[in-house]
Structure formats: C-alpha cells, structure tokens
C-alpha cells in the first residue's frame, strides 16, 4: 500500500518543534509491520489544506496508482490526513474501493475493506469538514473583532506607520512581548509618504515617487511597491478584513480623502484582453539569471512609444539589492542566440536530457505490450482448445502478473510530465519526444526547459558595449552537464 502524510501549515516550525511528518510516519510504518502490509510510495505534503481538492494534491496520483493496479490502496495516520471535504474524501475512498483497493486510517481504525468501514470513514469525514468548516467561522470571527477594535491584521504595517507592539514594546510577566496591532503614525517615514501621496496628485510617475521613497527611507521600493501604497486604504486611517469586513476609524490617517481620491486610477474604457505578461513571451523568461548576483532576470520594456522594445534586466539596478554586475540585454538577442546554440547543440542537449523520459517511455511502452500480450492471449480460442483449459488459464496468470510488474515499473518512476497527445517517435529502438519549434510560443519554452538546466547573462563590458557579440555573455548549461 502506499502512504499519504500532509502537513496542513508548517509555518516557522524546524528541528525538533516539527515532527508532525515523523510522527505519522512512524504510526504508518508500525501498521504495515504489524498488518504484514508491504509500504509502497510515499507522498509528504506540507503547507497542503484538507479542504483542497483531491486532484490539487500528490493524493490524487497515489490513487491513480491503485487504479492503475500498481499499489492496493493508501494508508494515512488519520481521516482528516487524508482530507478535510466530506465529499471529496468519500470520492476518493469510491475510486479506490472500484480499483479494489482499500483506505486506511491507522489511529482513527478506518478500514474501508472491514465490515463497517464505510460508515466510520463517512462518520468522520464530516467531522473533519465540520472542524475546518468552525477554524473557517473562528478566524471570521476573530478577524472581524480585531478590525472592529482598530487592529491591523496583516503581519507588517504599511510604511509610514508602526505596529503599536513595535513602536511602544511591553512585556508580561513572563517577560513575552504583548501583541498590539494597532497603528501608530511612524514619525521616520511618515512624512515621506504623505509627499509620494502629493507628487502623485502632481503629476509625478511611480518611478519618480519610487526614488524618492527610497531615498526618503533607505528601504528598496520600486514601482509595483508605489502603485500598492496609493491604492492603500490604511492611509485614511481604516482597518480592513475579510469578507468586506473594515473600520474607518481605526488609526490615524496619514492623507485626508480628498487626497486620497485624487491619486486613484482613472477608469478607462475596456482594454482589448491580455494575453499574457511580458515574462511569457519571451522565451527564457522567469528562468534566465544574473551571472553576478544569481537572481532571476525582469523582463522589462522601454524606448518610445512608436518603438519600444523588451529586455532581459537584472532588476538590482532598480531597487536597493547588491549586485556588483547588473546585466541586461534584448530578448529578441538572448532568445535568438539560446535557439541557434540549441539547434547546433541537440546532440548533446538531448543526451542530458533523454534519460528519464526514456526510462518513463521505455516503462509506457512496456505496459502496452504486456496489455497486448494478454489481451492476444485471453482471445484466442484456438489455444484454449489446443492447450487446454488449465494451460490456457496458467498463461493468462502469467501474463497479468507480467502486466501488473509492468505497470509497477512505470508508476515507480518520476513522471517527467509527458502529456498524453505528446508524439513519440520510436529510433532504433529507443524513444523519442517529437516536437515542433516555433508552432507555439509555450511548446517552444518548454522545450527550452526540457533541455537547459541554467541559462545566465553576463554584464557587458563598458568599454564595448554594443559592440560586445551576445554570444561573450551568455552561459548555457544543458541537463546533466556540467
């Protein structure tokens, strides 16, 4: 059987204050020694809600194990480990009884395959959802009391303000700092955002109004940061919740209505649809890095308004980060430059590639023609008549046994993500995935990633500049290479 342990919230718990995995790890392990139960995979999840779908989950690919006949059902610590939604614990426990298999809830003494296993699971499936359906109402409710006593009930105060705990600390006996959400005016920045708030009923752009601010404060505020801070409603002095939950009395404003009003975004007429960000359509987008200071490259865009194009940026240039070399280049040029090697390179990128698609490949293939030789097996009659019955009967065992073993290969291995309508071709005996470059954008980038491992830019030489070929400062490392 195989096991399924989730972890609902970890949060700043390490060492020994986090042994919640261990813990059921242990239960599920002493279960199988005792039930003579062989443990098959094991699926950890943490940060992972039991209100969150079955399919949302690594749960759903232990049960399509069981229904792919590689494992006899999932054992977990308890019920609610396996999920907190009534309805999509019965679900799974249904998918699993038709694949005959069986769920196991160790502590709880859930047996969906012992006689009044199913009420039992039923039972306390809906007091698992009942539970997290009252966590649910309670942090409701105790949010909304704390918005209605004035509280601010994100973890950071907006800039411009301190948490009243930070600006006045006080202890209990224990010596414990007490908690105080509450907003007080932080008099170190307060004075630089009611001026953002004024540059920008001015006229002034958000980068103009970033410089200042970070000049102001010494924090690292960029644009996106700005545009958060006007659309800000702490700064009229509300407290704000869940569910439109707010008091607007809560603190001191920093800016009066008026003000406030005036820096909102216009409303304008309906903008054709998005199609996407910049990030996405370029090919190396979220992926290439800096070759100084190893953090992902921005795509960002500039020139003028009949000409303007995109690049790849280290965005330390913009914020308050230490690199020693930000680097930068056009898309259209890395992109380009990464294509062409790939093509010149395909020999030696596929082969730092291929060797888990193959194996999982190799595994599918191996499935089929077990299938097929059962199924070839199972329906001819002229070897039922010619070998008898019981021979007939022995090499149909033999064969569904060989297919089960096949099907364990397979779901033994990593899935490396192939989708079902992938096409692949068969060279020398050896598989292959197939795939168009340049019918589709996405196609392409994944292709890119099935094969490169890391892609960096390098800072161009000042002294060359434009000058400099592209070629000098990319480094391409394809998988499984060094």
Same mark, same amino acid.
């Given at each position: 059987?195989?096991?399924?342990?989730?972890?609902?919230?970890?949060?700043?718990?390490?060492?020994?204050?986090?042994?919640?995995?261990?813990?059921?790890?242990?239960? &599920?392990?002493?279960?199988?020694?005792?039930?003579?139960? $062989?443990?098959?995979?094991?699926?950890?999840?943490?940060?992972?809600?039991?209100?969150?779908?079955?399919?949302?989950?690594?749960?759903?690919?232990?049960?399509?194990?069981?229904?792919?006949?590689?494992?006899?059902?999932?054992?977990?610590?308890?019920?609610?480990?396996?999920?907190?939604?009534?309805?999509?614990?019965?679900?799974?426990?249904?998918?699993?009884?038709?694949?005959?298999?069986?769920?196991?809830? +160790?502590?709880?003494?859930?047996?969906?395959?012992?006689?009044?296993?199913?009420?039992?699971?039923?039972?306390?499936?809906?007091?698992?959802?009942?539970?997290?359906?009252?966590?649910?109402?309670?942090?409701?409710?105790?949010?909304?009391?704390?918005?209605?006593?004035?509280?601010?009930?994100?973890?950071?105060?907006?800039?411009?303000?301190?948490?009243?705990?930070?600006?006045?600390?006080?202890?209990?006996?224990?010596?414990?700092?007490?908690?105080?959400?509450?907003?007080?005016?932080?008099?170190?920045?307060?004075?630089?955002?009611?001026?953002?708030?004024?540059?920008?009923?001015?006229? $002034?752009?958000?980068?103009?109004?970033?410089?200042?601010?970070?000049?102001?404060?010494?924090?690292?505020?960029?644009?996106?940061?700005?545009?958060?801070?006007?659309?800000?409603?702490?700064?009229?002095?509300?407290?704000?919740?869940?569910?439109?939950?707010?008091?607007?009395?809560?603190?001191?404003?920093?800016?009066?209505?008026?003000?406030?009003?005036?820096?909102?975004?216009?409303?304008?007429?309906?903008?054709?649809?998005?199609?996407?960000?910049?990030?996405?359509?370029?090919?190396?987008?979220?992926?290439?890095?800096? #070759?100084?200071?190893?953090?992902?490259?921005?795509?960002?865009?500039?020139?003028?308004? /009949?000409?303007?194009?995109?690049?790849?940026?280290?965005?330390?240039?913009?914020?308050?980060?230490?690199?020693?070399?930000?680097?930068?280049?056009?898309?259209?040029?890395? /992109?380009?430059?990464?294509?062409?090697?790939?093509?010149?390179?395909? $020999?030696?990128? $596929?082969?730092?590639?291929?060797?888990?698609?193959?194996?999982?490949?190799?595994?599918?293939?191996? +499935?089929?023609?077990?299938?097929?030789?059962?199924?070839?097996?199972?329906?001819?009659?002229?070897?039922?008549?010619?070998?008898?019955?019981?021979?007939?009967?022995?090499?149909?065992?033999?064969?569904?046994?060989?297919?089960?073993?096949?099907?364990?290969?397979?779901?033994?291995?990593?899935?490396?993500?192939?989708?079902?309508?992938?096409?692949?071709?068969?060279?020398?005996?050896?598989?292959?995935?197939?795939?168009?470059?340049?019918?589709?954008?996405?196609? #392409?980038?994944?292709?890119?990633?099935?094969? &490169?491992?890391?892609?960096?830019?390098?800072?161009?030489?000042?002294?060359?500049?434009?000058?400099?070929? &592209?070629?000098?400062?990319?480094? &391409?490392?394809?998988?499984?290479?060094?």
């Amino acid at each position: 059987m195989d096991a399924y342990i989730r972890v609902s919230r970890v949060g700043d718990r390490r060492g020994e204050a986090y042994r919640s995995p261990d813990i059921q790890r242990k239960a &599920i392990e002493a279960w199988c020694k005792r039930e003579g139960v $062989e443990l098959g995979k094991v699926v950890v999840e943490e940060d992972v809600s039991g209100g969150t779908t079955v399919r949302e989950r690594g749960l759903d690919r232990l049960i399509q194990r069981c229904e792919a006949g590689a494992s006899v059902g999932v054992v977990c610590y308890q019920v609610d480990r396996f999920g907190r939604d009534h309805i999509e614990n019965i679900v799974g426990a249904k998918r699993l009884k038709d694949a005959g298999g069986r769920l196991v809830g +160790v502590v709880d003494g859930v047996d969906t395959n012992q006689q009044g296993g199913k009420v039992l699971l039923n039972v306390l499936s809906m007091q698992a959802e009942d539970y997290l359906d009252r966590v649910k109402e309670g942090w409701d409710r105790a949010t909304g009391a704390a918005v209605d006593a004035g509280i601010h009930i994100a973890a950071r105060a907006p800039l411009g303000y301190l948490r009243r705990d930070q600006a006045d600390p006080r202890e209990d006996a224990k010596g414990n700092t007490i908690r105080n959400g509450r907003l007080v005016v932080d008099p170190a920045t307060a004075d630089a955002v009611r001026q953002a708030f004024q540059m920008r009923a001015d006229g $002034e752009s958000y980068q103009r109004i970033a410089d200042h601010l970070r000049a102001a404060t010494g924090r690292g505020i960029v644009k996106s940061t700005v545009t958060t801070i006007m659309r800000n409603r702490a700064y009229l002095g509300e407290a704000r919740g869940p569910r439109g939950k707010s008091n607007p009395t809560a603190h001191e404003a920093l800016v009066d209505r008026d003000l406030w009003e005036r820096v909102q975004p216009r409303k304008r007429e309906a903008l054709p649809p998005q199609v996407g960000s910049l990030a996405r359509h370029a090919l190396l987008g979220g992926f290439i890095r800096c #070759d100084s200071c190893g953090n992902v490259l921005r795509v960002m865009r500039s020139g003028t308004a /009949d000409k303007r194009e995109t690049s790849y940026v280290c965005a330390t240039r913009y914020t308050a980060g230490d690199c020693a070399a930000p680097a930068a280049a056009r898309v259209r040029l890395v /992109d380009a430059f990464v294509t062409q090697a790939l093509v010149q390179s395909a $020999e030696e990128a $596929e082969e730092g590639t291929a060797s888990a698609e193959r194996l999982y490949l190799e595994a599918k293939e191996g +499935v089929r023609k077990a299938e097929e030789s059962l199924n070839a097996w199972v329906t001819n009659l002229d070897l039922e008549t010619s070998l008898g019955i019981e021979a007939h009967q022995a090499g149909a065992i033999a064969r569904q046994r060989a297919l089960d073993e096949a099907k364990r290969r397979m779901w033994d291995l990593d899935d490396p993500g192939i989708s079902d309508d992938q096409l692949v071709v068969w060279l020398n005996g050896q598989p292959m995935i197939y795939e168009l470059w340049g019918d589709n954008l996405d196609r #392409d980038r994944r292709l890119l990633r099935r094969h &490169i491992a890391s892609v960096t830019l390098a800072k161009a030489d000042p002294k060359r500049r434009r000058h400099q070929p &592209i070629e000098e400062r990319v480094m &391409i490392r394809w998988r499984g290479q060094t």
